[in-house]
C-alpha cells in the first residue's frame, strides 16, 4: 500500500535532507574505518546517512567510472574518488539540490577534481546507456517509491560486466502502521 | 550479500529522525523488536557480458 504519492514522498525527502544538519561523525563512525574517514571534509563526514559500506564492497579500480545514486553530502562518493584515482570518474547524483552543492563543496574541499556532482532522480538516471563501469548506492532506494523503476535504470547505465555495490535497510517482519504513515519513516 | 541489524538506538544517531520520532518508535514498536528493528544490507552484483541498456519498467 502507497502511504504517499511520488510527489508527496520526493517534497518530504528533499525537504528533510535539505535541512539535515549534524555536527558529530555519529553515524559515519560506525560504517567507516578511521583512516577512510581522515582528511575527508568534515561536512561529508558528520552528514553521512548511509545504512553499510558499498564502496568497500564495490572492490574499485583506478581509472573506472563510478555512480554513486543518492550521494548526499558525498561521503562515498569522495571515497570512491580516491579509490579510482585521477584516471577515474565519479558522478554524485542527488535529487536534492543542497545536497549537490554540498558534495561539490565537499569534493572541492578534499582536492578531488576527478567528482563531478549532479542534480537528479534515481527513476531517470541522466546518463547514457552503458556509460558507467560501477554503481554505489547508500540508504537511498527504500526512499523511492518506484524501487524496480530506480533498479532498472541503475542496471541501464552500466556496461556489460559492470557492477552494482548497493546498501539498504530491509523489513523482515511488519512495522505497525503508524510506523508506515509516518513522514520521518519514509524520509529516514 | 552483507547484513547486520539496525535497531532504534542505531536509527537515533541518524539526524533525520527528529528525537520525537525516536521516542514514538519506542512506543509502539514492541520491545521484542527495538534492538533488531530492521537489517541493513550490503548486495553486490554484476550485469552480465554482452548484455544491452535495460529498458527501465
Keep these: 500500500m502507497a502511504y504517499f504519492t511520488v510527489d508527496q514522498a520526493r517534497s518530504i525527502i528533499r525537504d528533510t535532507y535539505a535541512a539535515a544538519a549534524a555536527d558529530r561523525p555519529a553515524v559515519a563512525s560506525g560504517l567507516y574505518a578511521a583512516d577512510e574517514l581522515a582528511g575527508l571534509p568534515r561536512g561529508a563526514v558528520s552528514l553521512a546517512l548511509g545504512v553499510g559500506h558499498p564502496v568497500r564492497h564495490a572492490q574499485l579500480r583506478p581509472g573506472e567510472m563510478v555512480l554513486d545514486v543518492g550521494c548526499g553530502a558525498g561521503i562515498d562518493t569522495l571515497l570512491a574518488a580516491r579509490a579510482v584515482g585521477p584516471a577515474g570518474r565519479v558522478i554524485g547524483l542527488d535529487m536534492t539540490p543542497a545536497m549537490v552543492e554540498r558534495t561539490r563543496r565537499h569534493a572541492a574541499d578534499a582536492g578531488l577534481d576527478n567528482v563531478e556532482a549532479r542534480e537528479g532522480l534515481m527513476e531517470a538516471l541522466p546518463l547514457a546507456d552503458a556509460s558507467v563501469d560501477v554503481v554505489v548506492s547508500n540508504g537511498v532506494l527504500n526512499l523511492s517509491t518506484r524501487k524496480s523503476r530506480a533498479l532498472a535504470e541503475m542496471l541501464r547505465v552500466l556496461r556489460a560486466g559492470g557492477r552494482l555495490a548497493l546498501a539498504d535497510l530491509v523489513v523482515t517482519q511488519a512495522l505497525p502502521e503508524e510506523v508506515l504513515r509516518s513522514a520521518p519513516a519514509l524520509a529516514g | ?57
Design chain 2, 1 to 57: 550479500m552483507h547484513r547486520r541489524p539496525f535497531g532504534i538506538d542505531a536509527l537515533a544517531s541518524y539526524p533525520v529522525f527528529p528525537p520525537e520520532f525516536v521516542d514514538f518508535l519506542r512506543r509502539v514498536v514492541p520491545a521484542d523488536r527495538h534492538d533488531e528493528l530492521v537489517w541493513s544490507v550490503v548486495v553486490v552484483a554484476r550485469k552480465p557480458e554482452g548484455t544491452g541498456g535495460a529498458h527501465a519498467g
